[in-house]
C-alpha cells in the first residue's frame, strides 16, 4: 500500500472517530418523534427475540404480543416492506445475548456509517487507476470524507435504522461489482469472485428495500449499453440479478400470505397506492414533487451543499471527459435508480425527510471526486484540501447547531415502568389522554411494549367477557384513578395503577 493510502486510511480513522466524538450526545439517546423508524426497528426486533421468529412470521406487527390480540391480523401487520434491515441486528442479538436498545441500534448504524465511507474509498481508488499522484488519491478520499462529515449523514447517522438507511450498503457494493466487472479493474479470479457473491448481495439488497427494483433494470440496461448483444448478457443477468431479486420478493409475499391469505394482495396494493398517490393531500400546497423533495435537502444538507452539488453536475456536463468512465458510471447505477423510485413513491418522498439518503453518497461523490477534477486552477490540490477542511468544520457546526432534540424523561420513565411491570395478560386503561399508547407513534411502544387505551367502562365489560382470562389495569395520576382505585400502587414518580 502506498505511503499516501496509508495516511489517508489513517486520518479516515481519526476522522470517524471526530465525527462519532461530534455525535456523542445523540447516542442512547431514547426514542423521538424524528427517530420513530428506528423504534420500528426495535419493535420488530423486539418481537422476534419475544415471540420466536417464525411465531411472528419473520415480518412486522405493528403492535405488541398482547391478550387483547387473538390473532396475527389484529396486531395490524406491517406489509410496506420487507424486514431486511431488521435480520442482521436480531441474528447478532440472538447470538451474543442482552437486549435490543436505542443504543444498540445507534452502534449498528455507526458500523453501517464508516463502512459504507471505506468501501466509497477503496472501488474509487480502483476507478482511478490510470490517474496519477496525488489526484487520484486526493479525489478517491474526498468523497469518503465528505460522507463521514458533512450534515446529511451525521443527521441520519446513526439515529435512523430502517430499509432506507439498511440498504446502502448492499447498494454501494452492487454498484461498486457492476463497474470492476464491467471495466475489468481487477484480476479475473477476483472478478469471478465478485461475481459469485453479486447474487447474494441482490437478494440481500431487495429483501432490505424496494431501491433494488429500479437498480435490477438499471442494472440490465447498463449492461445493454457495454455488450450490446442481448443474448450475451441475458443468460448472466437472469442468473445473477433477475432470479436473486424475485426470490427475495417470492419469499416477502409468501411470508404475508402465511398471515393474510390472500388479501395480501389487496394490502399491498393499498400501501402502494398511498406511498404512490396523493391520498393524503401531500401534495395540495405546492405544485409538484420536486418542491418538497428540494425542502428535504436544504433542510437536511444546506443551501450550500445544494449549490455545489449543481456546480458538479455541470461541470461534468461540460468537462465529461476529464472524469474517468468508471466514476460516471457508478454515479448513473447509484443515482437513477434512487430517483426512479422517489417518482414510483411519490407520496412517501414528499412525506419522509430520510428518503433523500440515498442521495447523499452520489452528492458526496460529486463534490469530493467530479467537482476538484472539473475545475483548473494553480495549487488545485493544496487549496482543494484547506477548503474541504473548511467546508467540514461549517457542516459540523450547522449539524452542532442542529439536533438537541427534548427528551420527556419523565415519559420515558413511565414507559419503561410499563414495561417492566405488566407482562402478556395484562390490559392496560387510563382515564387521561396524555398516558394513553396507541399503535403509532412506535416511540412509545418500543419502551413500553404494552398498549394503553382511553378508558371506557362498556369497553372493559366487553373485555371481561371475551376475554376472561385478561388482568385490567387502570393507570394514572391519584387525582384520576382515585374513584376507581381505593387501593392504588405506585408504578413510577406521580403515576399510580390499580386492578380493576
Not at 466487472?181 to 447474487?199: D, F, G, K, N, Y
Not at 409475499?253 to 401531500?282: K, N
Not at 477548503?387 to 414507559?415: H, M, N, T
Amino acid at each position: 500500500m502506498p505511503r499516501c493510502w496509508a495516511l489517508g486510511f489513517t486520518l479516515y480513522a481519526a476522522f470517524f472517530a471526530l465525527t462519532i466524538g461530534l455525535r456523542w450526545s445523540q447516542l442512547d439517546q431514547p426514542y423521538t418523534d424524528f427517530t420513530w423508524n428506528t423504534a420500528h426497528s426495535q419493535l420488530i426486533v423486539d418481537n422476534w427475540l419475544e415471540n420466536g421468529f417464525w411465531n411472528e412470521r419473520g415480518i412486522s406487527f405493528l403492535n405488541p404480543p398482547s391478550i387483547e390480540f387473538p390473532s396475527l391480523v389484529s396486531r395490524h401487520p406491517y406489509v410496506s416492506f420487507p424486514c431486511g434491515a431488521q435480520l442482521p441486528p436480531f441474528v447478532l442479538v440472538k447470538a451474543l445475548g442482552g437486549n435490543v436498545t436505542p443504543g444498540f441500534f445507534h452502534s449498528w448504524g455507526l458500523v453501517w456509517h464508516g463502512v459504507i465511507g471505506w468501501l466509497l474509498i477503496c472501488g474509487l481508488l480502483l476507478f482511478s487507476a490510470n490517474e496519477q499522484e496525488p489526484e487520484r488519491t486526493l479525489g478517491a478520499f474526498l468523497p469518503g470524507f465528505l460522507w463521514l462529515g458533512t450534515r446529511g449523514p451525521l443527521t441520519f447517522f446513526p439515529t435512523l435504522w430502517f430499509a432506507d438507511h439498511a440498504v446502502l450498503l448492499p447498494f454501494v457494493l452492487v454498484g461498486l461489482a457492476e463497474v470492476i466487472v464491467a471495466h475489468a479493474l481487477l484480476r479475473e479470479r477476483h472478478r469471478r469472485w465478485i461475481t459469485w457473491s453479486l447474487p447474494v448481495l441482490i437478494f440481500w439488497g431487495t429483501y432490505t428495500d424496494w431501491l433494488f427494483v429500479p437498480l435490477c433494470a438499471v442494472i440490465l440496461v447498463y449492461r445493454l449499453f457495454h455488450h450490446r448483444d442481448v443474448r450475451a448478457i441475458f443468460p448472466a443477468f437472469v442468473r445473477q440479478v433477475a432470479l436473486p431479486a424475485a426470490l427475495a420478493v417470492t419469499l416477502f409475499f409468501l411470508q404475508l400470505f402465511w398471515v393474510l391469505g390472500p388479501h395480501f394482495v389487496s394490502a399491498l396494493l393499498e400501501r402502494f397506492l398511498v406511498r404512490s398517490m396523493d391520498t393524503a393531500g401531500a401534495f395540495e400546497r405546492h405544485e409538484s414533487l420536486l418542491w418538497y423533495v428540494y425542502g428535504h435537502f436544504v433542510e437536511s444538507m444546506g443551501r450550500l451543499t445544494i449549490a455545489l452539488t449543481v456546480l458538479a453536475l455541470l461541470l461534468l456536463c461540460a468537462r465529461p471527459r476529464a472524469i474517468p468512465s468508471p466514476w460516471k458510471d457508478f454515479l448513473v447505477l447509484l443515482s437513477v435508480p434512487s430517483v426512479l423510485l422517489l417518482l414510483i413513491f411519490r407520496q412517501h418522498s414528499a412525506v419522509h425527510q430520510f428518503t433523500i439518503v440515498k442521495f447523499m453518497i452520489p452528492t458526496c461523490i460529486l463534490l469530493g471526486g467530479i467537482l476538484p477534477r472539473a475545475l483548473v486552477f494553480p495549487h488545485k490540490q493544496s487549496v482543494l484540501a484547506i477548503l474541504c477542511i473548511f467546508f467540514l468544520l461549517y457542516e459540523g457546526r450547522q449539524y452542532w447547531i442542529s439536533v438537541d432534540p427534548p427528551v420527556d424523561r419523565q415519559a420515558r420513565e413511565w414507559e419503561e415502568a410499563v414495561r417492566r411491570r405488566f407482562g402478556y395478560y395484562d390490559v392496560l386503561f387510563t382515564p387521561e389522554p396524555s398516558f394513553a399508547i396507541p399503535e403509532k407513534p412506535p416511540g412509545q411502544l418500543a419502551r413500553s411494549r404494552k398498549r394503553i387505551y382511553a378508558f371506557d367502562a362498556e369497553q372493559v365489560a366487553q373485555l371481561r367477557m371475551t376475554i376472561p382470562e385478561a388482568r385490567i389495569f387502570l393507570i394514572g395520576t391519584a387525582g384520576a384513578i382515585d374513584a376507581h382505585c381505593p387501593e392504588k400502587q405506585t408504578l413510577s414518580p406521580s403515576l399510580y395503577y390499580c386492578r380493576l
